[in-house]
């Protein structure tokens, strides 16, 4: 998990299927990355210049333990495979991970992120342009999470964390106060498919027209008599993707349901 860098699929058939086309160049000064940078967990949005910006989790060095700080960065490109390092956010401590952008309705941009000082809560930061920011403290924090995963669907702002048994789902209609989403977890139960025989873990929502189609990745190997060992299929990831539904104003999904995803360039840009 340490030493890690950022791969890169692309598709060309509207998300049926995917080819990995190598990792991120991603440049980090020595003092946020260290000598050997580990990447976590990039979020990425495109603005109406068409420039692209990754909010970039950022571990200087490669360690046994998880005892050392990380960072959230903003990095720009405009190709998408070289990125360049801007600035390293002032949040609400030294350790920081998983950003979360969603651009609000008056057109500014708030930023969600797990503070792992406060026992792994999810925060929230507001910028009017993505340069600077304001923490604005704690958005959730019934539960300790990471991964949080934010978007706007069918009326209402929807979040989703990662809880290590599951995902959780919370639901806002002012973007501020969220309300955890009762009926147990998304993705608790494991399922059928290959790869898919264990909970959910980590998971990114992708709006696209009306449908909202749920990436998420699987330890496949961590499950019977072998779960608890530490070897390659222990470690080894999958990611799968399923399609979210509303039911009853409530977020569900069957991962055992063939996804037909059909991915639409979006009508307009930021």
């Known amino acids: 998990?340490?030493?890690?860098?950022?791969?890169?699929?692309?598709?060309?058939?509207?998300?049926?299927?995917?080819?990995?086309?190598?990792?991120?160049?991603i440049e980090l000064p020595t003092a946020v990355g260290g000598d050997e940078p580990t990447h976590w967990a990039p979020d990425v949005v495109t603005t109406g210049d068409g420039a692209h910006h990754m909010f970039l989790t950022a571990v200087p060095g490669v360690f046994e333990n998880w005892q050392h700080p990380r960072?959230?960065?903003?990095?720009?490109?405009?190709?998408?495979?070289?990125?360049?390092?801007?600035?390293t956010l002032e949040l609400a401590s030294d350790r920081v991970i998983d950003a979360s952008l969603l651009r609000l309705g008056d057109g500014t941009w708030r930023m969600w992120y797990n503070n792992e000082r406060d026992r792994k809560s999810i925060y929230y930061a507001d910028s009017p342009d993505l340069v600077s920011w304001?923490?604005?403290?704690?958005?959730?924090?019934?539960?300790g999470g990471e991964g949080p995963t934010v978007f706007r669907w069918r009326g209402a702002y929807w979040m989703i964390t990662d809880v290590w048994d599951g995902l959780a789902v919370?639901?806002?209609d002012d973007e501020e106060n969220w309300t955890r989403q009762g009926g147990g977890n998304l993705l608790q139960t494991p399922g059928e498919g290959a790869d898919d025989q264990v909970k959910g873990s980590h998971a990114y929502a992708v709006v696209n027209e009306d449908r909202v189609y749920l990436f998420y990745f699987t330890h496949p190997g961590r499950r019977g008599a072998a779960a608890r060992r530490d070897g390659y299929e222990q470690r080894r990831s999958s990611i799968q993707v399923v399609e979210l539904k509303l039911e009853s104003e409530r977020l569900t999904c069957d991962r055992d349901k063939p996804t037909e995803i059909r991915l639409v360039p979006p009508k307009r840009k930021y």
């Open 71 to 87: 960072a959230i960065v903003h990095l720009s490109s405009v190709d998408m495979r070289r990125w360049t390092y801007v600035r």
């Open 134 to 143: 304001t923490d604005k403290g704690k958005a959730v924090g019934d539960q």
């Open 170 to 172: 919370y639901r806002s």
């Open 1 to 25: 998990v340490h030493g890690t860098r950022i791969g890169i699929a692309e598709s060309a058939d509207g998300g049926r299927t995917w080819a990995y086309v190598g990792t991120a160049d």
